[in-house]
């Protein structure tokens, strides 16, 4: 599928609100340039749409705002073009990575090869201004990806929201809230189970808290599963806060295709040439 034939399957998923959204915001920020240096550049801000067709999503990867630094932002949550030095967060990712699965240490930040397997790198804000963190995170694109974020848990197929740090869960979990209620307003939902349930750690390890939605026929929610945990930047990776684990130790990689093959769907590769 094309990169703009992926974009509009995903606006034909939300409702009119987020997409007249969407094409303000795009209008409004191509404005903005005029005055301020923006990030991503403006053909890359929809790329997480761009690059994953909804029918081809497997995973859901929600970051804050993209890389506020000249080069960075390529509008993939967590990514950064080949040849681009790592960002702390994609260092603590990386390292995770390489210990959960005994892969090798990737070179490039370029988390593109994810997103081609139906990884969904998608920021909750989708523009900043130049070394301006979260300088964007009034304009309303929370109203775009919150949709965006409810329409993945409409999807058929099995899908894991990886939920890196409280804002992330914050929205993960009230997209699947709205939903789960829309749904047994319809009565299309009333089989939900196993919402909320804590999946044991295996042995010697910490993984992350799960959430689990039911599987039952019929169920909008069936195999939508939320891996929790703190954010993977410096300050958060290696502790635990409250009920969440630590990043660090949390397991999220071989946990998403533990239970992307419990739901029968392919796991994920996510190991990058090293």
Same mark, same amino acid.
């Given at each position: 599928?094309?990169?703009?034939?992926?974009?509009?399957?995903?606006?034909?998923?939300?409702? $009119?609100? +987020?997409?007249?959204?969407?094409?303000?915001?795009?209008? $409004?920020?191509?404005?903005?340039? +005029?005055?301020?240096?923006?990030?991503?550049?403006?053909?890359?801000?929809?790329?997480?749409?761009?690059?994953?067709?909804? $029918?081809?999503?497997?995973?859901?990867?929600?970051?804050?705002?993209?890389?506020?630094?000249?080069?960075?932002?390529?509008?993939?949550?967590?990514?950064?073009?080949?040849?681009?030095?790592?960002?702390?967060?994609? @260092?603590?990712?990386?390292?995770?990575?390489?210990?959960?699965?005994?892969?090798?240490?990737?070179?490039?930040?370029?988390?593109?090869?994810?997103?081609?397997?139906?990884?969904?790198?998608?920021?909750?804000?989708?523009?900043? @201004?130049?070394?301006?963190?979260?300088?964007?995170?009034?304009?309303?694109?929370?109203?775009?990806?919150? /949709?965006?974020?409810? !329409?993945?848990?409409?999807?058929?197929?099995?899908?894991?929201?990886? !939920?890196?740090?409280?804002?992330?869960?914050?929205?993960?979990?009230?997209?699947?809230? @709205?939903?789960?209620?829309? /749904?047994?307003?319809?009565? /299309?939902?009333?089989?939900?189970?196993?919402?909320?349930? *804590?999946?044991?750690?295996?042995?010697?390890?910490?993984?992350?808290?799960?959430?689990?939605?039911?599987?039952?026929?019929?169920? /909008?929610?069936?195999?939508?599963?939320?891996?929790?945990?703190?954010?993977?930047?410096?300050?958060?990776?290696?502790? +635990?806060?409250? *009920?969440?684990? !630590?990043?660090?130790?949390?397991?999220?990689?071989?946990?998403?295709?533990?239970?992307?093959? $419990?739901?029968? !769907?392919?796991?994920?590769?996510?190991?990058? +040439?090293?």
């Amino acid at each position: 599928m094309e990169k703009q034939e992926s974009i509009d399957a995903w606006f034909a998923l939300v409702p $009119e609100q +987020a997409k007249t959204t969407a094409q303000r915001l795009l209008s $409004e920020v191509n404005g903005l340039r +005029a005055e301020q240096t923006i990030y991503p550049p403006q053909g890359d801000i929809l790329n997480a749409l761009a690059y994953v067709a909804p $029918e081809d999503v497997r995973a859901v990867i929600l970051g804050q705002d993209p890389y506020h630094g000249p080069g960075q932002a390529m509008g993939l949550s967590f990514s950064v073009p080949s040849g681009e030095k790592l960002p702390p967060s994609l @260092r603590n990712i990386y390292k995770e990575m390489v210990s959960d699965l005994g892969c090798n240490m990737p070179v490039s930040g370029d988390l593109s090869a994810w997103a081609q397997q139906g990884v969904l790198l998608l920021n909750t804000t989708l523009t900043v @201004r130049e070394h301006e963190a979260n300088s964007h995170s009034k304009l309303g694109w929370q109203v775009v990806t919150t /949709a965006i974020v409810e !329409a993945c848990m409409r999807l058929p197929q099995p899908v894991v929201f990886l !939920a890196w740090g409280r804002p992330a869960i914050k929205l993960i979990e009230s997209a699947k809230s @709205r939903v789960s209620k829309g /749904a047994l307003e319809d009565g /299309a939902c009333a089989g939900v189970a196993g919402s909320g349930a *804590d999946v044991p750690a295996s042995s010697g390890t910490s993984p992350a808290v799960v959430d689990a939605s039911g599987s039952s026929s019929g169920d /909008a929610l069936a195999c939508k599963f939320i891996l929790k945990s703190t954010h993977p930047s410096p300050l958060s990776a290696s502790r +635990a806060a409250g *009920d969440l684990p !630590a990043f660090l130790g949390s397991r999220p990689f071989s946990r998403a295709n533990d239970l992307l093959r $419990e739901c029968g !769907a392919e796991p994920i590769d996510w190991s990058l +040439a090293g």
